[in-house]
């Protein structure tokens, strides 16, 4: 199988600015992989890239290959790459019931529009879906009245709908969830990686970070300045460096916290 992700040389602008430095990433297909840095360092904006919502700018060298191809219609793309972005459901998706909200994913819509056609086996996906994150109670409920973490959840599914769980794409997945449900959300994330769902997941919050993974990216100012095992990189002294301000570093049972 081709490596999910291959970027070479890759420049990213927003406005007149560049947000993104040449940056060199490879991710297999199935990885576990963990994106960490400080706020405004280009996280989001990669996510972007990889989804292609951004361009990287047209330089030597420069190459950017998904899925092993280098050229992609993005319909297609859609259906093979699950991107939960750090935004909740938009105005459409919270009239709409949970799963509903999952089908949509096969259409990348917000919906289900009157003229999209739902199929059989698209519903038999969706129920597995639904069992898959655990969100077979919100399947009839609207997804305006769910809580945070219940939306979450059903993002997720939505995601994997589209995707057929090859690659999820997670960017600051616990934003706007209590303790409790960024505890479901991380349960939820180990039962994807541990049944062979990919992750590449984006974060500012060490404790996001999933015993499953092992591979730690360090971001800042548009660059990746670390590469490497997370035992590695997760250190009192790398991580003060990284969010300039003192920082303590514990483990325990797999999850790496910081204060």
């Known amino acids: ?17 560049v947000v993104l430095h040449d940056v060199h990433l490879s991710v297999e297909t199935g990885e576990h992989i963990a994106i ?3 706020n405004g360092c280009g996280k989001s904006t990669l996510i972007k890239t990889i989804t292609c919502e951004c361009y990287p700018l047209a330089l030597p060298g420069t190459r950017v290959s998904i ?30 019931t949970g799963r509903d909200a999952v089908l949509t994913g096969f259409f990348s819509s917000s919906t289900l529009w009157p003229n999209l056609t ?29 809580s945070a973490g219940q939306q979450r959840r059903i993002m997720i599914g939505r995601a994997l709908t589209g995707s057929g769980a090859e690659m999820l794409l997670l960017d600051e997945p616990s934003n706007a969830l209590d303790l409790a449900a960024q505890q479901g959300l991380r349960a939820t994330l180990r039962s994807l990686a541990q049944e062979g769902t990919g992750i590449l997941l984006i974060t500012h919050h060490i404790a996001d970070i999933l015993p499953e993974i092992d591979r730690v990216l360090l971001m800042r100012d548009g660059r990746i300045v670390g590469d490497g095992h997370k035992r590695d990189l997760l250190t009192a002294p790398i991580l003060s460096d990284l ?9 325990r049972d797999g999850f790496f916290h910081a204060w």
């Not at 490596?3 to 007149?16: I, K, S, T, W, Y």
């Not at 992609?72 to 009239?95: F, I, Y």
């Not at 129920?127 to 769910?146: C, I, Q, S, T, Y």
Request: net charge negative.
């Open 118 to 146: 739902v199929t059989q086996a698209m519903r038999e996906r969706a129920e597995e879906v639904l069992e898959m994150v655990g969100a077979l109670d919100l399947a009839e409920k609207l997804v305006g009245e769910m």
């Open 67 to 96: 899925f092993g191809r280098e050229r992609w219609d993005l319909t297609e793309l859609k259906r093979r790459l699950g991107a939960v972005q750090s935004e909740l459901p938009g105005k459409q998706t919270l009239r709409t």
């Open 1 to 17: 199988m081709p490596p999910f992700l291959e970027l070479e040389h890759v420049n990213v602008a927003r406005g007149d600015a």
């Open 243 to 251: 969010f300039a301000t003192p920082v303590q570093v514990s483990e």
């Open 36 to 38: 960490l840095g400080p």
